[in-house]
């Protein structure tokens, strides 16, 4: 199906542990986007990128690693989990650098116990 | 300071009401401006961009004031559906300074 999707849904692991979320997009547009969503904080955003092999920290970036090797595919990678990061973690895509807008996918929840 | 403040409400209105939303920016530089809608548990959806000249949609208003630096959403005739999270965004030239507010809630009741 076209669109944004994330994967998995939900996730619950272990502080230390490294765990990926997957973010695809069938659009073909050029810049995606990681962010959390935390309660009183909003949205922040962890790591965008402009295009395949550019990628660029956020305003929280710490913690995390992502990797853009294919335009449809932009993975976040949390090298040892800590409780903070528990969190709702939402990938969006935009197809221009002028800002129209986002599309976001649907989220994963994530769990560090 | 928050760079985008919003009333975290909740607004309790009865369907059929007029509400507004006000939302404030502190960076100067910021260049676009939209309004999302976030359901419970869901993804923010965009709802409408912003224009200086203000824009319409619907029973869905926005306004912009760049010399007082806030955004307002104005909805008339609440739906019972119109129940959600309203967030703010302010966006600096390239995009990619795209602050989100922490939203406002709202219950259309009734």
């Known amino acids: 199906d076209a669109g944004i999707t994330q994967s998995p849904r939900y996730k619950i692991t272990e502080t230390g542990r490294q765990v990926t979320l997957m973010c695809h997009q069938t659009w073909s547009h050029s810049y995606m986007f990681w962010y959390r969503q935390d309660l009183g904080h909003g949205l922040r955003l962890i790591y965008y990128?402009?295009?395949?092999?550019?990628?660029d920290k956020g305003e929280v970036p710490d913690g995390y690693v992502v990797s853009r090797s294919k335009t449809e595919n932009f993975p976040l990678t949390l090298e040892s989990a800590t409780r903070s990061q528990t969190s709702v973690y939402f990938c969006?895509?935009?197809?221009?650098?002028?800002?129209?807008?986002?599309?976001f996918g649907s989220g994963t929840r994530l769990t560090v116990v | 300071r928050k760079e985008v403040e919003q009333d975290p409400g909740p607004f309790n209105v009865p369907e059929g009401a007029t509400v507004a939303f006000n939302c404030t920016y502190s960076n100067s530089a910021s260049q676009s401006f939209f309004w999302y809608r976030q359901d419970c548990r869901k993804e923010p959806k965009l709802l409408m961009s912003?224009?200086?000249s203000g824009n319409e949609d619907g029973r869905f208003t926005a306004q912009l004031n760049r010399a007082s630096q806030y955004i307002s959403l104005l909805i008339r005739d609440s739906k019972l559906s119109d129940s959600a999270t309203y967030l703010c965004v302010a966006s600096s030239t390239g995009g990619f300074k795209t602050i989100f507010g922490a939203g406002t809630r709202l219950f259309v009741k009734a």
């Open positions: 969006a895509s935009s197809e221009s650098r002028v800002n129209y807008g986002y599309t």
């Open positions: 912003v224009y200086s």
């Open positions: 990128s402009a295009a395949a092999d550019i990628t």
